[in-house]
């Protein structure tokens, strides 16, 4: 039996990497590189081709789920924690024995107008969301179907389930 689709939420500080830096990306495609926390590399392991991402703009005025990507490639090493000029580079990481992952997303809509954090905590059907947890600082993490519903309606999303 396939398995059924799932959904996520990136976290990407603007100034370093945009939703609209995504849009503009060859094929309208990146690499999710430079993951350095387990639990969120776990996740990244766990998503499949298709499953839906939403792309929030963290460290940003304000916070705010901006858009929808799509994974379009599962987990494989990320070469950054390989190359040393890289500040992801991890000396304890080897090709034969690769310690962190990354994803291939594709950029499938930015919202008009991102919904922000303050938003995002006051709408009662978001009360459990992992992103809205104290302490939760993740740059990756699941979101459930219900959730996934909610924002996009709040953002007056065109992309679907």
């Known amino acids: 039996m396939p398995q059924s689709r799932r959904y996520w939420l990136v976290k990407s500080e603007p100034t370093v990497f945009s939703i609209h830096d995504l849009a503009k990306s060859p094929k309208r495609t ?3 590189d430079g993951v350095r926390n387990y639990q969120a590399r776990n996740f990244m392991r766990e998503m499949t081709v298709g499953d839906l991402v939403l792309f929030y703009h963290s460290n940003a005025d304000p916070p705010a789920v901006v858009g929808v990507a799509e994974v379009v490639r599962p987990a494989y090493p990320d070469d950054t924690q390989f190359d040393r000029a890289s500040h992801h ?3 304890a990481s080897t090709p034969a024995a ?3 992952d990354m994803v291939d997303i594709k950029h ?4 008009q107008a991102g919904v922000s954090l303050d938003r995002l905590r006051g709408e009662p059907k978001l009360k459990g969301m992992l992103l809205l947890r104290k302490g939760s600082r993740l740059s990756v993490q699941p979101v459930t179907e219900s959730e996934w519903a ?3 309606k709040m953002a007056g999303a065109k992309t679907g389930t």
């Open 98 to 100: 690769p310690r962190w």
């Open 89 to 91: 580079y991890d000396p």
């Open 108 to 111: 499938r809509e930015t919202f």
């Open 150 to 152: 909610t924002v996009l």
């Open 30 to 32: 990146t690499g999710w």
